[in-house]
């Protein structure tokens, strides 16, 4: 399996621009997961999908962050305007899932780091 | 909502020195897990405990969860260069995960 696959890998844009990055999660995973890291704020969660579902977006900073997961293979997180303080690494994770008393480990994308002129 | 505490934020040490960095929760965990992210890298996962006073060992890591299961700890017997990076504790609320503010570290020759 190629593991979690992330794009684009680097995004520079201006502010006021709309930014889309996007997620391939292991195949048979029912649960991914966006993160963003910073310095100052480590790394965050911001959303996590169950079988394509939102199931808590209690993270999403404003209304500027949308995600979406069509399908079992694909996710998207939408950053509309985008601003400077936005800049950061974003990861994408998935898993098999909890199970009872124990919980699946996350694999990690490769990140994409984007950076709001 | 969860709190994870990670000490110290920052450790450089001598290759060849041991390196130790503690998780602590405020509340009793079911499990706890362990990720290295490599600079420029992305966190990937190490190992997870989950019986209470259990001790694992990865090579030169050991991981330790603490009989209440509130806190653990990895420990680094003789770093390698190779060691160099950011370790997270990560503990579960509901179906996600709530990460440590991550311990940093430095191994110079």
């Known amino acids: 399996d190629a593991g979690v696959i992330q794009s684009p890998r680097h995004e520079v844009t201006e502010m006021g621009q709309e930014v889309t990055l996007r997620c391939k999660p292991i195949?048979?995973?029912?649960?991914l997961f966006w993160y963003r890291q910073t310095m100052m704020r480590g790394l965050e969660l911001l959303i996590y999908f169950n079988n394509n579902v939102p199931i808590d977006d209690s993270g999403m900073p404003e209304d500027r962050f949308s995600a979406k997961m069509p399908n079992a293979s694909f996710s998207t997180l939408k950053i509309q305007p985008s601003e400077p303080r936005d800049s950061a690494v974003y990861f994408c994770?998935?898993?098999?899932?909890?199970?009872?008393?124990?919980?699946?480990?996350?694999?990690f994308g490769p990140g994409t780091r984007l950076t709001v002129l | 909502g969860q709190q994870v505490m990670q000490i110290p934020q920052y450790q450089h040490v001598q290759e060849g020195e041991d390196f130790t960095t503690y998780c602590n929760s405020s509340?009793?965990?079911?499990?706890i897990q362990w990720y290295k992210q490599r600079p420029g890298g992305h966190p990937v996962f190490l190992i997870q405990?989950?019986?209470?006073?259990e001790v694992k060992k990865q090579k030169r890591l050991t991981f330790q969860f603490g009989e209440a299961k509130k806190n653990s700890s990895l420990h680094i017997t003789a770093t390698q260069t190779t060691d160099v990076g950011t370790y997270f504790c990560?503990?579960?609320?509901?179906?996600?995960?709530?990460f440590g503010t991550g311990t940093r570290l430095q191994v110079t020759l």
């Open positions: 405990l989950v019986k209470s006073g």
């Open positions: 195949s048979g995973h029912d649960y």
């Open positions: 990560a503990v579960p609320t509901a179906s996600k995960l709530t």
């Open positions: 994770a998935s898993s098999l899932g909890p199970t009872p008393a124990t919980y699946n480990e996350q694999f």
């Open positions: 509340t009793t965990l079911s499990n």
